[in-house]
Antibody
Framework: EVQLVDSGGGWVQPGGSLRLSCAAS????????MNWVRQAPGKGLEWVAY????????YYADSVRGRFTISRDNAKNSVYLQMNSLTAEDTAVYYCAREDHPARYYYYMDVWGKGTTVTVSS | EIVLTQSPGTLSLSPGERATLSCSASQSVSTSYLNWYQQKPGQPPRVIIF???NRATGIPDRFSGTGAGTGFSLTISSLEPEDSAVYFC??????????FGQGTKLEI
């Protein structure tokens, strides 16, 4: 079964750090790009970060660039999101999601983790 | 950055009725790169339409998508109670590589 299990969320004070993890199973992980998407309470979806299958290409939303770092360990079938200098605006459910690109013609997120909750509060 | 604007914000309909959800882009989007997601409370999103027209695996044929350029729509031909959800359009490409519309809440 293709599956993503995200973890590592919790409560942190403003200015603090947290590292999220996403463990993949059931597919050839190193061949697929991965994303982190977040959803603040009662709000819509916000794309946060992207990493290519090899890990050499990374993109970030303007709202997190310079504070968040996406990485992956293909030997462990895992992707990570290191979050530093957290603010209340980072409070959200964070989802990892796999990018599918059939024939490199369509691009969408076809597999999602259940999400891990990050709360930034004093 | 391409901005996606969805309308209406909330749609309230009855079972068996037809729902049409709109997604307007601030710049032209390739039909290959416009997707729709369904999200139910407490669940992650799931893709229902990719590349404007294509139903994802396991999605019933009452869901259909169409559009081109800056105007796209998702139609649910005969609503079922389980279709109650928030629907997001999403585009791929450019910088940032992904962005989402703000969502339409569909109440059955």
């Amino acid at each position: 079964e293709v599956q993503l299990v995200d973890s590592g969320g919790g409560w942190v004070q403003p200015g603090g750090s947290l590292r999220l993890s996403c463990a993949a199973s059931g597919f050839a992980f190193s061949g697929d790009a991965m994303n982190w998407v977040r959803q603040a309470p009662g709000k819509g979806l916000e794309w946060v970060a992207y990493i290519s299958g090899s890990g050499t290409t990374k993109y970030y939303a303007d709202s997190v660039r310079g504070r968040f770092t996406i990485s992956r360990d293909n030997a462990k079938n895992s992707v990570y999101l290191q979050m530093n200098s957290l603010t209340a605006e980072d409070t959200a459910v964070y989802y990892c999601a796999r990018e599918d690109h059939p024939a490199r013609y369509y691009y969408y997120m076809d597999v999602w983790g259940k999400g891990t909750t990050v709360t930034v509060s004093s | 950055e391409i901005v996606l604007t969805q309308s209406p914000g909330t749609l309230s309909l009855s079972p068996g009725e037809r729902a049409t959800l709109s997604c307007s882009a601030s710049q032209s989007v390739s039909t290959s790169y416009l997707n729709w997601y369904q999200q139910k409370p407490g669940q992650p999103p799931r893709v229902i339409i990719f590349g404007t027209f294509n139903r994802a695996t396991g999605i019933p044929d009452r869901f259909s998508g169409t559009g081109a350029g800056t105007g796209f729509s998702l139609t649910i031909s005969s609503l079922e109670p389980e279709d109650s959800a928030v629907y997001f359009c999403q585009q791929y490409g450019g910088s940032p590589p992904y962005n989402f519309g703000q969502g339409t809440k569909l109440e059955i």
